[in-house]
C-alpha cells in the first residue's frame, strides 16, 4: 500500500509540471514592447477589478486605462465605482471632472445616442448636478485643510481655466503647518506636477518650493540641488550623508499623495 501511495505522489507530480511549463512567463522589456499596450492593458486590468474590486486603486488605474481608449460608458463605471469606495479622494475628483471636460467635447464631436443619453442620465449622481467650476469650488472649500486634496483642486483650477496658473501654483505649493498630509511623498508629488506642465511652466517657482521642502525635509535628498558626480562620491560616507540617512527618511515616503 504504501508502495502504491508513493507511486501516485510521483505521478501526481509529474500530472504538475507540464501544467506549470504551460503558464506564460511575463518578461517585463517584452510586455513594454507590445503593438496595443492598452488592449494588453485591459487583460491585466480584468482580473485586477475581479480580485481587487474593493481596493480604490483598481477603479483609478481602471479610468486611466479607460480614458486612453475614449471607452465613455466604461470610464463612469469606474468613476461609480471609485466614488462608492472612497467619494472624497483627491485623484476621484480629478478624474470625475477630467471626464465632464472629455464628454464635454465629445457631445460637440457627435457621441453616439445612446451613450450620450445614458451618461448625461448618471453624471448628476456623481456631480450633484454642479458644473465642474462649481464642484472645484466646493471641493477645495470642503478641503481647505487637506494638502493632497488642495492639490487635486489646484490641477483642476488650472485645468479649467489656465489664467488662475499664479493662484493653482500657490495653492499645490502651500506648506502650512496646518496642513494635513504634509508628508515627504506628498511634497515629492508636487514638485513632480510643478516639473509636468500640468500646472502650466513653472520653473520659477520649483528652486523655491525645494528650498522650503528641504527645510522640513532636511534628511531627504529629493529637494537638494544637483551634486557634480566627484563631489557627490565624495560625500556619500560622510556623517549625515544619503546612503547613510537612506533608511532614517523611509516612513516618510509612505505619505498620501494625490
Do not use: W
Not at 465632464?100 to 467635447?105: A, P, T
Amino acid at each position: 500500500e504504501e508502495k502504491k501511495e508513493n507511486k501516485s505522489s510521483v505521478k501526481s507530480d509529474e500530472d504538475k509540471k507540464p501544467e506549470q511549463e504551460k503558464r506564460p512567463k511575463f518578461d517585463p522589456q517584452q510586455l513594454l514592447m507590445v503593438e496595443h499596450s492598452l488592449e494588453e492593458a485591459v487583460k491585466f486590468l480584468i482580473p485586477l477589478q475581479q480580485l481587487s474590486k474593493n481596493c480604490m486603486e483598481t477603479h483609478l488605474l481602471a479610468y486611466e486605462v479607460h480614458s486612453r481608449r475614449k471607452k465613455f460608458l466604461l470610464m463612469l463605471q469606474a468613476l461609480k465605482r471609485s466614488r462608492s469606495l472612497s467619494p472624497d479622494h483627491p485623484q476621484f475628483h480629478v478624474q470625475l471632472v477630467n471626464f465632464m471636460i472629455s464628454f464635454g467635447v465629445a457631445v460637440q464631436q457627435d457621441l453616439a445616442g445612446p451613450v450620450c443619453q445614458v451618461i448625461k442620465e448618471t453624471l448628476p449622481q456623481l456631480t450633484g448636478s454642479l458644473d465642474s467650476k462649481e464642484l472645484n469650488e466646493k471641493f477645495l472649500e470642503k478641503h481647505f485643510d487637506s494638502l493632497p486634496h488642495l492639490i487635486a483642486g489646484a490641477q483642476v483650477m488650472y485645468r479649467l481655466n489656465p489664467e488662475l496658473k499664479d493662484k493653482a501654483v500657490t495653492i499645490a505649493t502651500n506648506l502650512s503647518d496646518n496642513l494635513k498630509g504634509r508628508t515627504l511623498k506628498t511634497c515629492i508629488g508636487v514638485q513632480e506636477l510643478l516639473r509636468s506642465g500640468l500646472l502650466g511652466d513653472c520653473s520659477s517657482v520649483i528652486e523655491d518650493y525645494q528650498h522650503k521642502c528641504q527645510k522640513l525635509f532636511p534628511m531627504a535628498t529629493a529637494f537638494r540641488p544637483a551634486q557634480d558626480p566627484q563631489s557627490a562620491s565624495s560625500n556619500e560616507h560622510l556623517p549625515g550623508s544619503a546612503a547613510e540617512n537612506q533608511d532614517g527618511c523611509q516612513e516618510d515616503h509612505h505619505g498620501d499623495i494625490f
